[in-house]
């Protein structure tokens, strides 16, 4: 299944990286880097409209090949301008067509904080996070069990990351809620299937409680979704294949959160 294939190749990707890269190298870039940016504080909706954490990936195993020579700088630009709140950068090469090196060029790029999105397992990965640029990174809790999801969390709450954790299901929100999770992404795709279904936050949201950031990700695609997703009480909504094929990704921001007219400052809400 598509997700166990996912978080193989993303470990396989991450042993290559450390065999040049040793942790206690990133250990020393980590302590020599700037605080992290406030993740939670950016996506958290406080009024208005939901936030948008605007994504860059290159390619997907659903879509196949969307922007696989996208220009980091400016797409990011763009969705600053546009009125993006937080960035999501994909890592994995497998599928997804990315690197490290697109969270740092993200990271450098605009003053926004970045999510690193990859199917992280291990602490190395947790640390290359920080060392790269990144204020928060993607735990997926089906890819983990209790103890791994408790080990990762306090890995992140050590470098200055915030977590976003990842659920889409009952049993995938035990575990983060057990962990500590303060943000939570509801994932409209089956990461088995593929299968993207909105339901899926609809089904999910009641069951966060009301201290958590709650995120709507995958298949928003339209104003329509947006509004359906604001109706819901979503704080932020993550959103990729939509903004990273469009010709315009500030004028596709604007769209999607009712927005044509006005240019964005960096927080939408």
Do not use: W
Request: hydrophobic share 45%.
């Amino acid at each position: 299944m598509f997700l166990d294939e996912a978080v193989l190749e993303s470990r396989r990707e991450a042993e290559l990286r450390e065999e040049s890269t040793p942790v206690a190298v990133l250990e020393k870039m980590v302590e020599e880097a700037p605080p992290s940016l406030d993740f939670k504080k950016a996506v958290a909706r406080a009024g208005g409209r939901p936030r948008i954490i605007a994504e860059i990936k290159r390619s997907s195993p659903s879509a196949g090949s969307i922007n696989p020579h996208v220009d980091v700088a400016g797409r990011v630009e763009a969705y600053r301008e546009g009125g993006a709140s937080a960035l999501s950068v994909l890592t994995c090469a497998f599928k997804f067509g990315g690197g490290i090196g697109d969270l740092l060029s993200a990271a450098r790029s605009a003053p926004l904080p970045v999510l690193r999105k990859d199917f992280i397992t291990t602490t190395y990965q947790l640390v290359e996070a920080r060392a790269f640029g990144a204020s928060a990174v993607l735990l997926i809790a089906a890819a983990l069990n209790g103890r791994q999801a408790d080990t990762l969390m306090r890995k992140a709450v050590e470098l200055g990351l915030e977590v976003l954790f990842e659920v889409h299901g009952t049993e995938d929100l035990e575990i983060a809620l057990g962990a500590g999770a303060q943000i939570i992404g509801i994932n409209n795709r089956d990461l088995q299937t593929l299968e993207v279904d909105l339901g899926t936050t609809e089904k999910l949201i009641g069951r966060l409680p009301d201290f958590v950031v709650k995120v709507s990700e995958s298949g928003i695609t339209n104003r329509a979704d947006v509004e359906r997703m604001e109706r819901l009480g979503v704080d932020a909504l993550l959103v990729g294949g939509v903004l990273m094929s469009a010709a315009d990704p500030a004028g596709a921001i604007r769209e999607l959160i009712g927005d044509e007219e006005e240019g964005g400052g960096g927080v939408v809400g």
